[in-house]
């Protein structure tokens, strides 16, 4: 607890161009999150580099990531908004959660095997103990909440086995952590391909709306997804593309998925690929907007980012300091 609040944790990696995905199944929720909880989002620099980078990309990316969190309304006073390298004790406190991690556990990680397929010319050791950074994020805040999606379940199943099995071996050390199952964000899928999650590695770039992506390409974006030959703007599973505009309109415009269905009764596609457009324009155009005001103000990002990692490292210490202790390190000499 902090502040009598119970503490939350999430991460994003700065990799990729951010989709509409992204915002409306994650950050947008996180917004309505930050009263209730003592919240930590991380933009998780040190996960990006498992996988070979640009520094320059990489170093841009990651501002625009921090900006964006703070563009969607999430209060930087109230919610601690940093970089994961920022604070060492992630490091730190990863080595320690290594060595009671076993090689059997990381080799059944079914994202380690996808991305070991994927980039099978650098299967570095990074890739393989992600998951223990992971553990050592959520860990070293005593969280109580991790918002995650269905991707990330196996990785916090892991984390709360590492954080038992540490507490059986040296006392009450960590908070096992659960994961946030309050009303979870719209799972947006690929205008393309329907069946699959609209995703910021989609070779396809007609796939997914990007954050950044102007009204007119929004717009050609929305006109081109691929529907049936239903022409019946219906929300059920056998017409998964009008499905997945549905629910990217909801969540755009509040209606729900029924409110929809009578607003387009009688209507042809074009016409609600339109409207789908124009909603997604009219959430992401202010966004944009805020976006550029931050990126404008050098000053006040940066300040940000002292002020939060400082926040940040107050509380990584304390519980790194714990479990130095605990495994038998020696005290330091002040
Ligand atoms: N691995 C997560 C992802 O790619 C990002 C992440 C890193 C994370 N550390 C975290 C998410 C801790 C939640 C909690 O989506």
Redesign the pocket.
């Known amino acids: 607890m902090i502040n009598d609040k119970k503490i939350l ?5 700065a990799t990729g161009n951010l989709t509409l995905g992204n915002y409306l199944g994650a950050l947008k929720n996180w917004v309505n999150l930050s009263d209730e909880y003592e919240c930590f989002y ?1 933009v ?1 620099d040190m ?1 990006s580099i498992t996988v070979r980078q640009d520094p320059a990309t990489l170093r841009k990316r990651a501002r625009a990531l921090l900006t964006l969190y703070i563009a969607a309304g999430l209060d930087p006073k109230k919610n601690c908004i940093y970089y ?1 390298s920022h604070v060492s004790g992630h490091a730190e406190l990863s080595w320690i959660l290594n060595c009671f991690t076993y090689m059997g556990e990381l080799n059944r990680m079914t ?1 380690f095997k996808d991305k070991s397929a994927k980039h099978a010319d650098n299967i570095n050791a990074g890739l393989f103990t ?1 998951p223990v ?2 553990a050592a ?2 860990l070293l805040y005593q ?1 109580d909440v ?4 269905i ?2 379940m196996q ?2 199943e892991l984390t709360r086995d590492i954080a038992i099995r540490f507490n059986n071996l040296y006392g009450d050390v960590f908070t096992v952590p659960e994961a946030y199952i309050g009303k979870v964000g719209a799972k947006i899928m690929s205008l393309q391909e329907p069946c699959k999650k609209m995703s910021k590695s989609d070779e396809n770039p007609n796939g997914s709306i990007y954050l950044m992506d102007d009204p007119d390409t929004i717009i050609r974006k929305c006109k081109r997804a691929v529907t049936d030959s239903e022409a019946c703007v219906a929300y059920r599973d056998e017409q998964p593309g009008v499905k997945n505009l549905i629910d990217i309109y909801s969540a755009c415009t509040g209606k729900t998925p029924s409110e929809v269905e009578s607003e387009f009764e009688g209507k042809g596609y074009g016409d609600f690929k339109m409207a789908v457009g124009e909603a997604v324009v009219s959430i992401l155009k202010p966004l944009q907007d805020r976006v550029k005001e931050l990126e404008a103000d050098k000053a006040y990002i940066d300040s940000i980012i002292k002020e939060n990692a400082e926040k940040a490292n107050y509380y990584a210490a304390k519980t790194l300091r714990k479990v130095q202790r605990k495994v038998g390190f020696p005290d330091r000499i002040r």
Request: aromatic letters at 8%; zero cysteines.
């Open positions: 944790f999430s991460g994003m990696q991380s998780v996960h994961q994202q992600y950074l992971m994020d959520i969280a991790v918002p995650v999606g991707d990330q990785h916090l």
